[in-house]
């Protein structure tokens, strides 16, 4: 009896580790709800869905947000322009400067563009270092179908989507 007990207990724990297993094979891949959701899209925007033919899908990507819409970015842009300005009024300047002026106007110039390049250089490193909050995911699938004179085209789609893959955010057509 101790030896059957045993064996349910044993089966009993199995099964309970095998479930989330089970569970996991049930749901849908990134890839699987991704290309779903574009095709649902697509039957609604096709002018012949009947004509639609998958022809394959990059790999679904993460997509995080771009440093590029972030204020420290149009912040230190700001810093830019105003630098490069001043250096435009200061070559202005030494166009029409007394010799006198010429070399201390010359020595500003090269000052003001030394900025220009450090704030370039840490705009840059700015963006190497920005880690973007996660946003959703991004393919590109491409696909064959009939075009509005019934003729066959190829397509494909740039498509991002949101955090859950139940939404499409942005698609545009690639050339």
Known sequence: MKARNKNIITITKLLFLAL????????????????????????QTMKDWSSYEFINMSSVDSLFTSFKLTEECKAQR???????NRTGEMKKKLENCKKSEEAILKDSVAYLSKIEDDLANELKKMDREYKG???????????????????KVLNKVRVKTNKDITEIVDIKSVE
């Open 20 to 43: 989330p297993l089970l569970i996991a094979g049930c749901q849908q891949s990134k890839e699987d709800k991704m290309q779903s959701l574009i095709e649902a899209k697509l039957q």
């Open 78 to 84: 700001m810093k830019i322009i105003a630098a490069m």
């Open 133 to 151: 909050d996660f946003i959703g995911f991004k393919t590109e699938l491409t696909f064959r179908g009939n075009n509005s004179f019934g003729g």
